[in-house]
């Protein structure tokens, strides 16, 4: 149910990384936790994120959480459209990014897929 | 929110019924609770499209019966119990002498000299000691803490009726809205009660505990045709928000009076004198200093409880209640503020977690049903 491309983190994000983009979203886990999900604030395009930043907040009907990067770099692409239909991380959340970081450094300590579903069994 | 072990926590007669559905759990006023099923959006908009059943079991009941039973319950809340017939209900508040809440409570008048408060499930114990406290003078009153005698189910929502009345004999089109009677409901002995806490049509039924699953079986059976399913504590905050009903430990508590949280219609003015009287009295005459107000957020984001309230960019008050309501699509909520700045479409700005957003007063309730 985790898709394998994906890579995750045990703050519950998921990164696609491509060359030196790196997708950045929440899992299906996290989704579920938070319940139904009405509002996503995200950053500006040029912030600098190193590793374990805040880069944003999710709020469901009943709870908010903080957005951390998986990644270090600069993000270069939010999706606004997202923020504007936030309930899509409810029903797609492996295909909802929230924003496009071109990484800088490396991306270790990622857990595959397998990992993360031992993790959040 | 760190979570106690369930072990620990008291369960209703319910709950194997909840963890079975599947229903996610959590500590609620030391209760294992059912906080959504489905979904929090789902459930809520089943309630005002169709119905939803809801567990409030762990709600407690405290009943005072004895020659002096009125005088005691006119003593101990601040709405005029002698208009009540039997089979008859208001809600009320719990009163400090400093015309604050101890807790807010819907009173029900059983029998002649017999009445039932059903209270906050975190309050029961607390209540139950200061009303025991307040009428050991009055005579022939004894007050006793039934809680443990009662499941109670409501099922709320336009189908409500319809579903309930193929499971009983009493004609529910009798009970008119804060009225009551007893009857059987599939095969069960039981309480039937047209009130509720979403602003929909619906009815709370008490049943003794140990045929709550019963019950609870026949109406979800006998609803599912008309889309009834189970909601849980999650919708039952974003509906009775949208009908602007408070909510003991948000809106209201033993720090904010009466009229300040601008529920001055539960006061029977005209009785005697009662706990708290003469500062309400007061404060009416006078005119309170703060009040509960409902507001919208203009920009986009969500105001929650404990968010500060500025006025003219000065801290002025703090939010008590807020959500995104699924129903109404907004967020709104309730907020104490500055009496100057409680009418309509007065401005204000909430700080959501560092940022100052827009919002105005708006008239409650913020949903009434048609």
């Known amino acids: ?121 | 929110m760190p979570q106690a072990l369930s072990g620990s926590l008291k369960k209703t007669p319910l709950n194997a019924r909840h963890r079975a559905s599947g229903a996610r759990m959590v500590e609620f006023g030391g209760w294992d609770m059912p906080v959504e099923y489905s979904g929090i959006v789902d459930e809520h908009h089943a309630v005002r499209t169709r119905a939803g059943l809801f567990d409030v079991s762990h709600m407690g009941e405290i009943e005072i019966a004895g020659g002096g039973a009125l005088a005691a319950v006119q003593h101990i809340t601040t709405n005029d119990a002698s208009r009540l017939a039997i089979g008859q209900a208001q809600y009320s508040a719990l009163p400090t002498p400093e015309g604050t809440f101890v807790d807010d409570v819907l009173t029900y008048r059983l029998a002649d000299d017999h009445y039932m408060l059903v209270v906050n499930a975190s309050n029961i114990m607390k209540d139950f000691n200061w009303i025991t406290a307040q009428i050991a003078g009055i005579g022939d009153a004894v007050a006793v803490n039934t809680s443990s005698r009662y499941a109670l189910l409501a099922i709320q929502g336009p189908a409500a009726k319809d579903v309930l009345q193929t499971l009983t004999a009493i004609p529910l089109d009798s009970i008119k809205f804060y009225w009551f009677t007893t009857g059987e409901v599939a095969g069960v002995r039981a309480t039937v009660s047209r009130t509720g806490y979403t602003g929909e049509d619906g009815f709370e039924v008490f049943v003794p505990p140990a045929s709550a699953e019963r019950v609870w079986d026949a109406i979800l059976i006998a609803g599912r045709a008309a889309g009834v399913i189970p909601a849980g504590l999650g919708a039952r905050d974003t509906l009775r928000l949208e009908a602007s009903m408070r909510l003991y430990g948000n809106d209201i508590d033993e720090t904010t009076t009466v009229l300040e949280a601008d529920l001055g219609w539960t006061i029977g003015w005209k009785k005697d004198a009662f706990i708290g009287a003469d500062v309400l009295r007061r404060q009416k005459a006078e005119g309170v200093a703060r009040k509960l107000v409902g507001f919208e957020v203009l920009d986009r984001a969500i105001a929650r409880h404990g968010h500060d309230v500025y006025v003219d960019g000065r801290k002025a008050g703090v939010v008590t209640s807020g959500t995104q309501t699924p129903f109404l699509k907004k967020a709104i909520g309730m907020a104490y503020v500055p009496i100057d700045r409680a009418s309509a479409g007065s401005e204000l700005e909430i700080d959501v977690r560092g940022r100052r957003v827009r919002a105005h007063v708006a008239p409650m309730p913020f949903y009434k049903r048609k």
């Open chain 1, 1 to 121: 149910m985790y898709p394998p491309d994906l890579k995750y983190t045990k703050d519950h994000e998921w990164v696609k990384i491509s060359g030196a983009q790196a997708h950045v979203g929440i899992t299906d886990y996290a989704q579920k936790q938070l319940g139904d999900i009405v509002y996503l604030e995200l950053p500006e395009v040029g912030r600098q994120l190193n590793k374990g930043d805040v880069f944003g907040t999710i709020e469901s009907v009943k709870a908010v959480s903080e957005l951390y990067s998986p990644v270090s770099g600069e993000v270069t692409e939010v999706n606004r459209g997202l923020a504007e239909k936030p309930e899509a991380v409810n029903t797609k959340p492996h295909e909802s990014w929230m924003i496009i970081v071109k990484v800088s450094g490396d991306a270790a300590d990622l857990l595959d897929a397998a990992q993360y579903a031992e993790l959040t069994k």
